[in-house]
Nanobody, 128 residues
Framework: QVQLQESGGGSVQSGGSLRLTCVAS????????MAWFRQAPGKEREGVAF???????RYPASMKGRFTVSRDNDKNTLYLQMNSLKPEDTAMYYC??????????????????????WGQGTQVTVSS
């Protein structure tokens, strides 16, 4: 079993930055695909950033340029650096992991249904 714990959320003004952290524990291996998703009130959950086991990343087009995902496999930790935040970035941010998405394509083009393990989420609120 894998447990994921997010932290780093909070309230910031438009244009500000936050760094989210996700610490994995349990039977987690560096081969796991890891990702950040978010869900705003009344909206579906959407992928924000994906990182395969080698640290190769992919961002949906709408997230490119402002968000950076990275992982430290030695620490079983996934990060999300968010810059130039906008009010529309307000959402609950979730960390996800899966051990079956082993290739770059299968990992970084996956959606929420493909991930077996989820954290509880951390709230990000951006005010204008």
């Amino acid at each position: 079993q894998v447990q994921l714990q997010e932290s780093g959320g909070g309230s910031v003004q438009s244009g500000g930055s936050l760094r989210l952290t996700c610490v994995a524990s349990g039977k987690i291996y560096s081969s796991y695909c890891m990702a950040w998703f978010r869900q705003a009130p009344g909206k579906e959950r959407e992928g924000v950033a994906f990182a395969d086991s080698f640290g190769s990343t992919r961002y949906p087009a709408s997230m490119k340029g402002r968000f950076t995902v990275s992982r430290d496999n030695d620490k079983n930790t996934l990060y999300l650096q968010m810059n130039s935040l906008k009010p529309e970035d307000t959402a609950m941010y979730y960390c996800a992991a899966d051990n079956s998405l082993r290739t770059y394509y299968s990992c970084t083009y996956s959606d929420e249904a493909d991930f077996n393990f989820w954290g509880q989420g951390t709230q990000v609120t951006v005010s204008s």
